[in-house]
């Protein structure tokens, strides 16, 4: 919301600096024109200015308020946590505002309101190669609790793309999406996971014990080969 306001404020600037090109080109023609061109510039400096002293209160508002949510949550105090981040979520349309529907996705769902949890993702912009992918991956296993497994394997697919073939994180997006395709009796789309796991994630094994081999021999078998 902050940068369509910020682009709204630039588009509104260049319509105000053309009208006054066009009126310092008159001002040789006409010497009265000078006076309303300074209180124009005036102006413009006066929104400018307005602008970016509201843009900013308006985040540091924000992440006073999402830093007391942040400390209820240390202390241990998740329903006070939960409801200072819906409070900043609502009221804030900014970056903090959208990391606290994030986090208040993420109690929701440790709660089992799923329902509750996917409307605070929607409103949350996933980015980057950590934290977006992991906001997608929350938001798949919503909606696997809530048996819709195809919204469920369409998250997936985009935390592991999003997640950019990363060491660790990718691989665990992929196990996620072929547990869902094992419930689903998909056993061979299940092994041909398993398998690229194997092949392209060696160092995830390593780190966590995963054994590809075992669940790519058992997706196998299932699908009779």
């Known amino acids: 919301m902050a940068k369509k ?3 709204s404020a630039r588009t509104t600037l260049e319509e105000v600096n053309e009208s006054l090109t066009s009126a310092a080109q008159r001002i040789e023609e006409n010497k009265k024109y000078i006076n309303w061109a300074l209180i124009a510039i005036a102006l413009i400096a006066l929104i400018a200015g307005g ?4 843009h900013n209160k308006s985040v540091n508002d924000a992440k006073v308020k999402i830093g007391e949510a942040d400390l209820a ?4 105090n998740e329903d006070e946590a939960l409801k200072k981040y819906e409070q900043v979520a609502d009221e804030f349309g900014n970056k903090v505002g959208e990391r606290a529907h994030l986090n208040a996705a993420i109690q929701l769902y440790e709660k089992g309101e799923y329902d509750k949890a996917l409307k605070h993702l929607e409103q949350y912009s996933p980015s980057g190669d ?4 992991a906001s997608l991956s929350l938001m798949g296993d919503c909606y696997v609790n809530l048996k819709k497994y195809d ?9 592991i793309t999003m997640s950019k073939e990363n060491e660790m994180y990718t691989p665990a997006f992929m196990i ?3 547990t869902l395709l094992h419930e689903q009796k998909k056993y061979a789309e299940e092994a041909t996971i398993y398998e690229t796991i194997r092949d392209n994630y060696p ?20 699908a009779g080969k």
């Open 51 to 54: 602008y970016i002293y509201l």
């Open 203 to 222: 160092i995830y094994s390593q780190m966590t014990g995963f054994s590809a081999d075992k669940y790519l021999e058992r997706a196998n078998a299932l």
């Open 151 to 159: 919204k469920a394997m369409a998250a997936y697919d985009k935390a």
């Open 176 to 178: 996620k999406k072929a």
């Open 5 to 7: 306001q910020n682009q």
């Open 130 to 133: 950590l934290v977006g992918p």
């Open 73 to 76: 949550l240390i202390q241990g």
